[in-house]
T-cell receptor
Framework: AQSVTQPDIHITVSEGASLELRCNYSYGATPYLFWYVQSPGQGLQLLLKYFSGDTLVQGIKGFEAEFKRSQSSFNLRKPSVHWSDAAEYFCAVVFTGGGNKLTFGTGTQLKVEL | DTAVSQTPKYLVTQMGNDKSIKCEQNLGHDTMYWYKQDSKKFLKIMFSYNNKELIINETVPNRFSPKSPDKAHLNLHINSLELGDSAVYFC???????????FGQGTRLTVV
């Protein structure tokens, strides 16, 4: 079955520390992959996306993500977290050929300690 | 200019009422969506329209009826509201079906 998983519900990091948020998917082919961020009371903002090509993609706000086909993963990273990065992060996937709808993971809430 | 705008931002209503949420996008996109975010922040697609035609209709009670008068608008009408309908509803649009989606600010619906 097609699915997208974010194993970590909550993550707390200190300001200035590095960050990695995990995302795994289950699918027989390579889907389209996205990371969105949702600040409290706000809509969702696209951080970055992967369709094909270079497996390391750069996004906004200093975020990057790496697609690893062998691990069916698309983990989000940031070398140095800022307090303003505290938010909910969603991995999302379009399983091409399956109606092309955007399917979201359950989200990871990031807290940043000052 | 707001790319995807929803109104109202907050909606508090009594059980049994009928309400509508409006959505407009000025991005020139062909596809629009409605998503529901529950209290645990889980986001699930409800409907998708492409050029005013219904493409996706997930398992949603038929009390929910989307209407797309033109490519730039996708409204959501909800009949006979129930307590379980309380959630945040997001409208979104994308240029192509399956491409990145741009989201509105959400409508927080509270049914009392």
């Amino acid at each position: 079955a097609q699915s997208v998983t974010q194993p970590d519900i909550h993550i707390t990091v200190s300001e200035g520390a590095s960050l990695e948020l995990r995302c795994n998917y289950s699918y027989g082919a390579t889907p389209y992959l996205f990371w969105y961020v949702q600040s409290p009371g706000q809509g969702l903002q696209l951080l970055l996306k992967y369709f094909s090509g270079d497996t390391l993609v750069q996004g906004i706000k200093g975020f990057e993500a790496e697609f690893k086909r062998s691990q069916s993963s698309f983990n989000l990273r940031k070398p140095s977290v800022h307090w303003s990065d505290a938010a909910e992060y969603f991995c999302a996937v379009v399983f091409t050929g399956g109606g092309n709808k955007l399917t979201f993971g359950t989200g990871t809430q990031l807290k940043v300690e000052l | 200019d707001t790319a995807v705008s929803q109104t109202p931002k907050y909606l508090v209503t009594q059980m049994g009422n009928d309400k509508s949420i409006k959505c407009e996008q000025n991005l020139g996109h062909d596809t629009m969506y409605w998503y529901k975010q529950d209290s645990k922040k889980f986001l699930k697609i409800m409907f998708s329209y492409n050029n005013k035609e219904l493409i996706i209709n997930e398992t949603v009670p038929n009390r929910f009826s989307p209407k797309s008068p033109d490519k730039a608008h996708l409204n959501l009408h909800i009949n006979s509201l129930e307590l379980g309908d309380s959630a945040v509803y997001f409208c979104a649009s994308s240029q192509d079906y399956g491409a990145e989606a741009f989201f509105g600010q959400g409508t927080r619906l509270t049914v009392v």
